[in-house]
């Protein structure tokens, strides 16, 4: 390889046959950390450096913006012209495309992209009757419509059977157009449809872009792999990497059949495998190839890796949510290499105990792709609402609580209020009772029941021992819980979740305004300690675990290993949901370059509820020889550590393969030589052996 230019030098024999190769079209499939990413770098090094491609006729896409920001720092350090390559996610190459050849559909180029609070708001004036959830419910059905490009016309009765959806979607669709914007949906659909219109302009793009490469291709939907479809001509240069494993995004729509189906759809692809894992140690890499080998319907990938077998990892089970912090803040501390850890969940709220542990213990953390707990909205509202019952002169506080959710207040009865307040020395609760005199209507309605409410509610503080019931009672009945509940219907958020975990934070506060106080002043404190931190750089990854993807640490903490929290759901939960989060587990594990560390609780005090936790199934999956447990219950079976031998009447001679805790008791996992495996507890099961 001597005279290779220096970006191609420590390639494998794989990866540099898929940087060099031609032009047919490429799929690369392979596991984590393989390099996939680094091909899709390296070859829009070699495309623009040796085969003379002009930067601006390539175009990359990747997954997230933060993605398409690494990917465009690693190719500038190969390629000295490399600003002219479009490195973007299908959603701002879409409206990118759309913005410029907006004549086509008779839009202007200036649209505004809808979120899902304006697709609600236009949804709302379209079908005033509808109650919030059916509003809600459409919202998340059209937009399901539209990742598969499906129209009006369209049979849609799989997304909704009710056969009156079809004319909602039309009507809303007609003033959508009317009135010139587009949703996130139609950022990819308009863009097919435009192509396969106009026959002028898809022409033009297939000369514009000569190279098209797509990262992640295994979490594409129905409608990017028709826009991908439609960007591709027959010359095209067209490159895809995925990992059928880590297919995380079914429940958006994401198809793995798009790779499964790949060289169908672009005949001639070439197929190449690369197997070998830069990433992780040897163990790491066992334990995801393991938990991800129960998996069905698999492609079935090789990884090897040539660094040695590496450390075990560990399992901890901890006592409780809190302990479980604990136990991670200590082991981070003794490491302190900040900046190379991540402490990964299933669940937004699951962050509030790692935070306010990592405060208490001076250990700087950012969180990754969401709001600290407190910045989020449904807790902003929460804590609004509570500031206003404890001071109801904080102006800022009504404000963002008087019609949230709506009362049917409308400026002018605000301004009214206003108007009283310089009367009621400051007071905003006695001013709305003052203002109510001579209003009628809606306003009047709305404004009386919040009154109502505040009264009823301030009454109420000190009738607990702990604030957590008093904050319960405050989500309810301020209708927090109502209106954040219908967003969770459609976003698949955790607003709920997040409002129950507040109640969960607030138990540790005297229910009396004391308590109240503190826990609004340590709320307080959090929100300043989190703007001075924002900028050192040393500091511990929080993330959920679908945010991990393509990321790389020298440590990872998988924490939360709980039937029910992950994987999510209920033990009834179809096959297919397992895979899913079983996949999502396998993205997890293999984020870890050196250290691993798994956490499981007994009990756990999650969105306001104590609750006994039964250890992951999971866990079960975890190679017993690569992970170390610690903190298991250490009760009469104590003796029967994993590697003892016994023997059973029925089963005969076995050995413990885990020693768990589950539901209060002990219970043994045993492999008999007879080749069965059996869970049994340990006061029925035998007669220990001697070695
Ligand atoms: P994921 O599936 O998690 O997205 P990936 O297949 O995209 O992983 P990369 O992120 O490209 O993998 O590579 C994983 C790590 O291995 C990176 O740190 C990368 O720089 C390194 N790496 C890849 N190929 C090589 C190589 N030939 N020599 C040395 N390091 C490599
Ligand atoms: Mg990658």
Known sequence: MSGSPSYLKGLNEQQLEAVTHGQEPLLILAGAGSGKTRVITTRIAWLINDMGFEPSSILAVTFTNKAAAEMSDRVQGMVSDAQGVMIKTFHSFGAWLLRR??????????????????????????????????????????????????????DLSHINPDPSFNEIYRIYETRLRDIGNADFGDLISLPVKMLRESGELKKRIHQKFRVILVDEYQDSNGAQFQLLKELSGPDTWLAVVGDDDQSIYRFRGAEVKNILTFHESFPGTKVIKLEENYRSTGNILSIASSVVSNNSGRLGKTLWTRKGSGVKAKLFYSENQITEAQDCAENIMANSQYGETAVLYRTNAQSREFESTFRKMGIPYRLVGTLSFYSREEIKDTVAFLSFLSNSRDEVAFRRIINKPARGLGKVSLEKVFRYMLDAGGDLLEASKAALGGMKGKGAKGLTDFCRICDQLSEALGESATLAPYVDRVIRESGLLEYHRAQDEVDHSQKVRNLEELVTAADQYDGTMEGLSEFLELIELDQTMLEEEDNDPDRVTLITMHNTKGLEFDRVFITGMEEGLFPRGDEYADDDDIEEERRLFYVSITRARKELFFTSTRRRMLYGRTEDRYPSRFIDELPSELVDTIGEDSGPSGDFKPGTRLYHEDYGVGVVNKNLFNNGHTVLHVIFESGRTAVLMPEFCAHKLEK
Not at 120 to 141: C, Q
């Open 101 to 154: 050849n907006a004549s086509l559909l008779d839009m202007k180029s200036h649209f505004t992209i809808y979120d899902d609070d304006d697709v609600l708001s236009l949804l709302k004036t379209l079908f005033d009757e509808a109650p919030r959830n059916e509003l809600r419910r459409y919202s998340r059905d059209i937009s399901r419509a539209k990742d598969d490009c499906l129209q009006p016309d369209d």
